[in-house]
Every structure is written in structure tokens, then in C-alpha cells.
């Protein structure tokens, strides 16, 4: 237990389908990520969110839209995905963007058929 | 842009056995590299680096860092069951808050 939840775990979607995966952290953190991981290849950083505001946004397709209403909740809501889009996506926090060690969520297992 | 590598990409040893995982990287205005062990979902934090030389011990893991020669090293002794998992590493710049990780060492400790 990290202190990051994730929800869903899992999450079967069709390409024209909208849902939104949501982050919670209770370790009273000022930033959050969001990473995309796929099989065989290193965590990819999606987004940034410090105090609420984004501060980086590593060229990722506007079919993932992120959302940071406070400092303790991140979401990620996804439109018109790609099969390629599959992948495991975990949520994470720091102390502040100087803060080295970050704490990763368990993921959500995304699956677009 | 920043680079991380790690080796082996996959490993299996019996119980009993001790491994060593290699990190090598590079990174513009280094700040700390760190190690995760990731089983099933969530990576966990096993150690944060930012000092060449000094080892960082926690039960039969231990790890330490050469940033003259832009790596790092992850020993595990004495390897049980509960070991297999990803092991990842990541280096931080000075600069943002990016963290890159590699893709990571894939063990297997068989009884």
C-alpha cells in the first residue's frame, strides 16, 4: 500500500467509447503523473500536474485528457482510443517537483477492442 | 536526450543464488537515480541514489552508484521466490521533474 489508489483496475473499452481513469493520493502531495506503460518498452511520462496546474505535457494525443481538480485527485479521460492505446497506466506523486522519489498507484489495465 | 539502459533485460536464477542488476545512464545535470521493484502492478521504491560510492543497504538488497562511470548496480543476496519481479531504474535531472526509466530487469528466482 503506496498511499496512491487507482481506479479502475481494469478497463475494457471500444474505440468509440469515453471513460476517465481516476487517481487519488492520501500522502498529502503536491504533484502527480500520469505514466503509460507498455509491454517491453520503459514507463513513458504522460503528464505532470503540480498544486493543480499541468506543467508538462510529453506530446501526448488529445484522446487523453487530463484533469486536476486538487491537489490530491488526478484524472486521465480518454475518447475515441486506439487498439494501440492498450496498455497499463499508473498514477503517481512526490513531495513537490523536486522531490526525486515518487509513489506509483497500482495501474489500470486498459484493454481498446 | 536522457538515456537509460538496463542489463540484463531478463534473468533466471534458483534460490540461494545472488544477482547483480546494471543500470547505466545518461542525463543531462544528473540529480539521483533511483531503483523500483515492480510485481504485478504498482512499482515500489527500493532506493534513491545521488552520491558516487556510498551504498545503500536494506536487507539483502543493496545498491550502489558511480557517476564517473554513469551507473549503478543492484545486488540482491541470498534470492527467494518473493524477489522475482521487474526491478527498475531511473535517473532524475536537476532540471523539471522528469523521471526516465528503463525497461527494466525482468527476474525469475525458481525453488
Known amino acids: 500500500e503506496t498511499g496512491v489508489t487507482q481506479t479502475p483496475r481494469h478497463l475494457v473499452m471500444g474505440m468509440t467509447n469515453k471513460k476517465s481513469l481516476k487517481c487519488e493520493q492520501h500522502?498529502?502531495?503536491?504533484?502527480m503523473y500520469w505514466y503509460k506503460q507498455s509491454a517491453k518498452k520503459p514507463l513513458e511520462l504522460m503528464f505532470v500536474?503540480?498544486?493543480?496546474?499541468?506543467?508538462e505535457n510529453n506530446s501526448v494525443p488529445s484522446r487523453f485528457s487530463p484533469e486536476c481538480p486538487n491537489s490530491s485527485h488526478l484524472f486521465l479521460h480518454l475518447h475515441t482510443l486506439q487498439p494501440e492505446d492498450s496498455a497499463l497506466y499508473l498514477c503517481?506523486?512526490?513531495?513537490?517537483?523536486?522531490?526525486?522519489?515518487?509513489?506509483f498507484g497500482p495501474g489500470t489495465r486498459l484493454t481498446v477492442l | 536526450e536522457d538515456k537509460v539502459v538496463q542489463s540484463p533485460l531478463s534473468l533466471v536464477v534458483h534460490e540461494g543464488d545472488t544477482v547483480t542488476l546494471n543500470c547505466s545512464y545518461e542525463?543531462?545535470?544528473?540529480?539521483?537515480l533511483l531503483w523500483y521493484k515492480q510485481e504485478k502492478k504498482a512499482p515500489t521504491f527500493l532506493f534513491m541514489l545521488?552520491?558516487?560510492?556510498i551504498e545503500k543497504k536494506s536487507g539483502r538488497l543493496s545498491s550502489i552508484l558511480d557517476k564517473k562511470e554513469l551507473f549503478s548496480i543492484l545486488n540482491i543476496t541470498a534470492t527467494q521466490t518473493g524477489d522475482s519481479a521487474i526491478y527498475l531504474c531511473?535517473?532524475?535531472?536537476?532540471?523539471?521533474?522528469?523521471?526516465?526509466f528503463g525497461e527494466g530487469t525482468q527476474l525469475t528466482v525458481n525453488p
Open positions: 503517481a506523486s512526490s513531495q513537490d517537483l523536486s522531490a526525486s522519489t515518487q509513489y
Open positions: 500522502l498529502g502531495h503536491n504533484a
Open positions: 500536474y503540480s498544486l493543480e496546474e499541468r506543467v
Open positions: 542525463v543531462t545535470n544528473f540529480r539521483s
Open positions: 545521488t552520491s558516487s560510492g
Open positions: 531511473a535517473v532524475a535531472a536537476s532540471s523539471g521533474s522528469r523521471l526516465t
